[in-house]
Nanobody
Framework: QVHLVESGGGSVQAGGSLTLSCEVS????????LAWFRRAEGKEREAVAV??????SARYADSVKGRFAISQDNAKNALQMNSLKSEDTAMYYC???????????????????WGQGTQVTVSS
């Protein structure tokens, strides 16, 4: 059974940094991509960043470009978040795709497996 477990969330002041981790287990083949999404209270879930496993490349939402960095090391994916703002406050989820369904990386329906989430709270 596939498991995605996020960690590293917490409370931080604006301008601070946090690193989220997503540990993947239970799948012996290669993933197509691993991504981070977030959902702020009262808002829809939105894509934050993605790592394409085969290409070794990343994409970012405009709102986090230049501040967040996603990386992959074996079965662990990391999201380094710098210069955090109050609007970054949300529950952050790790998601994994086994294959490309033909949509964009920002579409949550492209992902086959999800973690339970880790809360990030940024105070101003």
């Amino acid at each position: 059974q596939v498991h995605l477990v996020e960690s590293g969330g917490g409370s931080v002041q604006a301008g601070g940094s946090l690193t989220l981790s997503c540990e993947v287990s239970g799948y012996s083949h290669s993933w197509y991509r691993l991504a981070w999404f977030r959902r702020a209270e009262g808002k829809e879930r939105e894509a934050v960043a993605v790592w394409f496993i085969g290409a070794g490349s990343a994409r970012y939402a405009d709102s986090v470009k230049g501040r967040f960095a996603i990386s992959q090391d074996n079965a662990k994916n990391a999201l380094q978040m710098n210069s955090l703002k109050s609007e970054d406050t949300a529950m952050y989820y790790c998601a994994a795709s086994v294959f490309d369904r033909g949509g964009t990386w920002t579409d949550e329906h492209e992902y086959h497996h999800w973690g339970q989430g880790t809360q990030v709270t940024v105070s101003s």
